[in-house]
């Protein structure tokens, strides 16, 4: 596997224009060769503490004079009183040492080695389809797939899909730079449209990035959500196979890796995974995946609060100690293409970033970006909303090894874990499952879509049952003393109390634990009294 740079892309997606917040704390700079007494570092400390108190006082305030689900503020006294008390958070953040520049800066410039010869040797005059190829990511990976060599490139996207224009249309077809490139509207709900486009391009590659992509909409569109990823992925996957793909690269999310979830989105995205994981060990295609985190080109918080600002309108934020992890769209194109080099046939192989960096706080981002705006404008909490709820369950940590923490990848996943050569990417494979639990599940959730009577809401329960169903499985091949780990961790009752974890969601994950730990203890004990019974057995006469 070659280490070759790859200088036409390192750092090439990433912000041009962002500010570096690791230059000085208000109040006074930071030289590397300064040495600090004990009093200067108690007097730090007790800064950033009293600093740290305050900031919980003036979210109150805020809290208080603004309660979740009221509308946006109009009333010319609240408005004056919400935007001295934002600028008090402002000087509460500074006097902890943030704010000093973009809270994601790390994010924007961190790169991932790409593997450019053994990219470009497995793209050289391919034939490559692209699900989701007129989206942020898949415009993107295109103008790679051109520029590392690709010989055809066809997108299949929705996006331009019209109910009063023929499906499987041909929406054009050119060159970009030295390769060709088709676009394809089809809708990939629909398996006999996608299949045309399968027969007429034949494709030796595919890249399956199509997908309800935000969470708060799949909890409204669960009907939309569930047919696209779940059984789009089923199409795609079948004509993978029936076509004679060579290989296959999923996008995924890190929210899959919950062993449990009750969100739409997340779920969904599992149900993917695990019908890549049953295609990898039983068909003929080889496939990889990748798990993305919050795609900072593509944010959808941060244009909500870019869009408040542009209309001179305060900013909305879900609730304060909200914390996300984010990546740049240069990682996001390295994941992908560096999947088709780790992949490896009758394995899902899955990739990620491993050095994701501190999470940042979103209440944070959107002080930072009214500072950057030079307005006069503030902030005001409206809750979580739906799709969004879900904390991270504590137990999905792997803490024996906390200089490795990445919430991408759970405790019982990470038993697989190896990086590659460079050291920039984690790579892992799933936990086994019981492939006929997830056929059977696959099919109640297909009937339950094509029930016009039945709610929305009980193909989400579905759906909810499916995954506690599979995930149940794949703890029978966890280890005990993993799953005893896994408990310990997720189950401190501080932890608990403090994160305020659905009782639903928490009881479901240890639900499935313990049975999956019961499961895993009847094998170990069978096998035993199968090996007992070997060596006791009477001698044949």
Request: charge should be negative; include cysteine.
């Amino acid at each position: 596997m070659s280490q070759k740079d790859a200088s036409p892309f390192n750092g090439s997606f990433a912000s041009p224009d962002v500010e570096s917040p690791h230059q000085s704390i208000e109040g006074f700079s930071i030289s590397p060769d300064v040495e600090f007494s004990h009093q200067s570092i108690e007097t730090s400390l007790s800064t950033i503490g009293q600093a740290a108190a305050r900031k919980v006082d003036i979210i109150a305030q805020i809290q208080a004079l603004v309660p979740i689900g009221a509308p946006e503020p109009t009333e010319p006294v609240l408005i004056a009183q919400l935007k001295g008390l934002t600028q008090a958070l402002i000087s509460a953040y500074k006097a902890e040492g943030c704010l000093q520049g973009d809270p994601f800066y790390d994010a924007w410039t961190r790169n991932i080695h790409l593997y450019e010869e053994d990219v470009r040797t497995e793209l050289r005059g391919q034939r490559i389809l692209v699900t989701g190829g007129e989206g942020y990511v898949g415009r993107h990976l295109i103008e790679a797939l051109a520029a590392l060599g690709a010989g055809r490139v066809v997108s299949v996207d929705k996006v331009r899909c019209h109910p009063d224009l023929p499906a499987n249309r041909l929406l054009d077809e050119g060159m970009m730079g030295e390769m060709a490139i088709a676009h394809y509207a089809v809708d990939m709900r629909d398996p006999a449209t996608l299949e045309q486009v399968f027969a007429a391009e034949k494709p030796d590659l595919v890249f399956h990035l199509a997908a309800q992509r935000l969470p708060g909409l799949a909890e409204i569109q669960i009907h939309e959500t569930t047919t696209s990823n779940i059984l789009g992925t089923r199409n795609l996957i079948r004509l993978c196979e029936a076509y004679g793909v060579q290989k296959c690269i999923f996008s995924s999310t890190g929210k899959a890796s919950r062993y449990y979830t009750g969100e739409v989105y997340a779920a969904s995205k599992k149900l993917c995974e695990w019908q890549f994981a049953q295609a990898a060990e039983l068909g003929k295609v080889t496939y990889a995946m990748v798990r993305f985190t919050h795609m900072l080109n593509n944010s959808s918080f941060c244009e909500q609060f870019e869009d408040k600002i542009a209309q001179e309108r305060p900013i909305n934020v879900h609730a304060p100690n909200r914390f996300i992890v984010g990546q740049n769209i240069g990682e996001a194109v390295h994941l992908l293409l560096n999947a088709l080099v780790f992949a490896e046939p009758k394995k899902l192989k899955f990739v990620l970033c491993r050095n994701l960096g501190w999470p940042t706080e979103t209440l944070e981002v959107a002080l930072h970006k009214i500072l950057e705006s030079g307005k006069d404008l503030f902030i005001y909490f409206q809750g979580v909303p739906v799709g969004y709820e879900e904390p991270l369950f504590r137990g999905q940590i792997d803490w024996d090894n906390p200089s490795e923490l990445n919430t991408l990848i759970n405790a019982a996943e990470i038993l697989s874990r190896h990086f590659d050569p460079v050291g920039h990417m984690l790579v892992a494979e799933l936990t086994p499952f019981c492939t006929k639990t997830l056929g059977d599940h696959l099919t109640a959730i297909e009937a339950a879509t094509q029930d016009p009577e039945l709610p929305e809401a009980d193909i989400k329960r579905v759906v909810e049952e499916a995954v506690l169903a599979i995930a149940t499985t794949s703890f029978a091949h966890v280890p005990p003393e993993v799953i005893l780990k896994i408990l310990k961790w997720g189950m401190n009752p501080n932890y608990c109390r403090e994160e305020k974890i659905p009782p639903k969601v928490l009881q479901n994950i240890v639900m499935a634990l313990m049975q999956g730990l019961n499961q895993g203890l009847t094998q170990t004990l069978d096998h035993c009294v199968e090996l007992v019974s070997r060596l006791y057995a009477p001698n044949p006469v």
